[in-house]
């Protein structure tokens, strides 16, 4: 169990967002994920990962997502880009970087977060 926290520790106290999602919901994020979004921790806990996702990408990246879930990774992008809106109403360029992984028996996606908004303006 002190493995458990030590490493929760480390991950929340990293500076980029880091996130995992399985079957649409959001199932581990840490304080740097909360602070981007600028959503609350209880108001990401109820949210599903699409409400993230800006209107214009929700198909490419539910695609994409469908796509890599089912072990179809050879034409996904290994880093994909998209818009998300954060609770102002603000729309921010991402770059993801996601790796399959196991949570709770299950495959997931475990990723972090670029902000590519200068560069995309």
């Known amino acids: 169990m ?4 030590f490493y929760r520790k480390i991950i929340d106290e990293i500076p980029l967002p880091v996130y995992v999602f399985q079957d649409g919901d959001l199932v ?3 304080q740097a994920f909360v602070d981007y979004a600028g ?5 990401i806990q109820n949210m599903n990962v699409m409400d993230l996702v800006h209107p214009e990408d929700r198909e490419t ?4 997502t469908v796509s890599a879930l ?12 998209l818009r998300i809106v954060s609770k102002g109403g ?5 770059r993801l970087t996601p790796r399959m ?11 972090v977060v670029t902000d590519i908004t ?3 303006n």
Do not use: M
């Open 2 to 5: 002190e493995d458990k926290y």
């Open 28 to 30: 581990y994020f840490n």
């Open 39 to 43: 959503y609350d921790r209880n108001e």
């Open 61 to 64: 990246f539910k695609c994409q």
């Open 70 to 81: 089912s072990g179809k990774l050879e034409h996904l992008p290994k880093e994909p880009e």
């Open 90 to 94: 603000g729309t921010r360029w991402i």
């Open 101 to 111: 992984i196991s949570h709770n028996g299950q495959t997931a996606v475990l990723g």
């Open 118 to 120: 200068a560069y995309k």
